[in-house]
């Protein structure tokens, strides 16, 4: 079993992300920006990370591409696409870079949905949620690309229930 963390905008959290990370058995793990925390910060050591608007370390790339296991990743903290607007512009940059998973934040709203070939996935926010009282972080997993959960977990470690999500790529 594969299994993706995702989480975003912790804004300066740190005891948070050491917490998420030693949690669980993981192989890889994404932070979509607005740490608000040196690029090299230990808390971020692991962790494939994006510019959010509230980082100010120029060292973080706008996006990344990266592949695990049969699925390819985009990542990128979202204010560059709008993605408060909607999602089209995130899904088409995607699209160029042949990426099935989208991973971003900027809005604070947890979720996750399966558009065509692309699964989008916002974590919502380990620090200052947005439309629900949890401050959460999602944890996707799969054996097979054609059967993938996408599940939301508190900072504390509750899976959050009605959010989780299955997709098929």
Excluded at 63 to 83: A, C, K, M, R, S
Excluded at 107 to 123: K, S
Aim: glycine residues 8%.
């Amino acid at each position: 079993m594969t299994k993706v963390l995702i989480l975003s905008d912790s804004h300066g959290l740190t005891d948070e992300l050491t917490v998420i990370k030693e949690r669980h058995q993981l192989e890889l793990m994404i932070h979509c920006g607005d740490s608000e925390l040196e690029m090299d910060a230990k808390e971020l050591v692991g962790f494939y990370k994006v510019a959010g608007n509230c980082d100010y370390d120029v060292r973080y790339p706008n996006e990344q591409t990266i592949e695990l296991d049969g699925v390819t990743f985009y990542i990128t903290h979202g204010h560059l696409h709008n993605v408060k607007q909607n999602l089209l512009g995130i899904s088409h940059r995607a699209e160029e870079e042949k990426a099935q998973v989208i991973c971003f934040g900027h809005t604070h709203i947890a979720g996750a949905e399966q558009v065509g070939m692309q699964l989008l996935i916002n974590p919502g926010s380990i620090r200052l949620p947005r439309n629900r009282a949890e401050k959460t972080y999602a944890i996707m997993e799969w054996e097979n690309p054609s059967a993938i959960t996408v599940d939301f977990y508190t900072v504390t470690g509750k899976k959050v229930e009605g959010l989780t999500t299955q997709a098929s790529l």
